[in-house]
C-alpha cells in the first residue's frame, strides 16, 4: 500500500509540476500601449503613443481615434529608416502598404471609436502610422522601440 501512495503521491508531483509551468509562462502581462489619433488645427494630424519604448513579447494597444468626424487607421511594421521614408504614392496620398513588409494594425476606426488589440513584437524599431489619404503626410506617424533603443 506505501507503493501505491509513493506511486500516487509521484504522479500528483509531476502533474502539478507539468501544469505550473505554462501557468507561469502565461501569467507574464502584456505591455500596455496607448495610441491616440487626434485630428488637428491647419489640417495637421497626429498620433501620439506612449510610452515609446517597451520590451519584446506580447503587447496590447489602446487605440483611440479622438477625431469628431474623421476615419482613422494604426498601422505599424518593423522599419530601419526613419518614420517619414514609408514609400508613398502621391496620387492616392497614402503609404504604398504592399511595399512594407509584415505591415500590421487595426483599420478603419470610426470617430470617437476605440479598440484594444494585441499583437506579439520582436525586438527592432517600428513605425506607426495612419493609412488613410493625406494623413500619414499630415503628421500621423511616428517611431516606436521594442527592446533596447539603437
Same mark, same amino acid.
Given at each position: 500500500m506505501s507503493k501505491r501512495l509513493t506511486w500516487s503521491t509521484s504522479l500528483l508531483a509531476c502533474a502539478a509540476i507539468l501544469l505550473a509551468a505554462p501557468l507561469g509562462a502565461a501569467a507574464s502581462e502584456p505591455a500596455k500601449v496607448v495610441v491616440k489619433l487626434v485630428d488637428g488645427g491647419n489640417g495637421h494630424m497626429s498620433l501620439v503613443i506612449s510610452p515609446k519604448q517597451i520590451p519584446p513579447g506580447p503587447v496590447e494597444f489602446t487605440i483611440e481615434? +479622438?477625431?469628431? *468626424?474623421?476615419?482613422? /487607421? %494604426?498601422? %505599424?511594421?518593423?522599419? +530601419?529608416?526613419?518614420?517619414?521614408?514609408?514609400?508613398?504614392? /502621391? $496620387? *492616392? +496620398? +497614402? &503609404?504604398? /502598404?504592399?511595399? &512594407? $513588409?509584415?505591415?500590421e494594425g487595426v483599420e478603419d476606426l470610426r470617430p470617437h471609436e476605440s479598440v484594444t488589440a494585441q499583437f506579439t513584437l520582436s525586438k527592432g524599431r517600428y513605425v506607426v502610422f495612419c493609412n488613410e489619404p493625406g494623413h500619414y503626410r499630415s503628421g500621423m506617424h511616428a517611431d516606436f522601440i521594442v527592446g533596447s533603443a539603437r
Open positions: 481615434n +479622438q477625431s469628431g *468626424t474623421i476615419k482613422h /487607421e %494604426f498601422l %505599424f511594421a518593423r522599419w +530601419q529608416k526613419p518614420d517619414g521614408a514609408l514609400p508613398y504614392d /502621391e $496620387k *492616392t +496620398q +497614402q &503609404v504604398q /502598404e504592399d511595399a &512594407v $513588409k509584415g505591415l
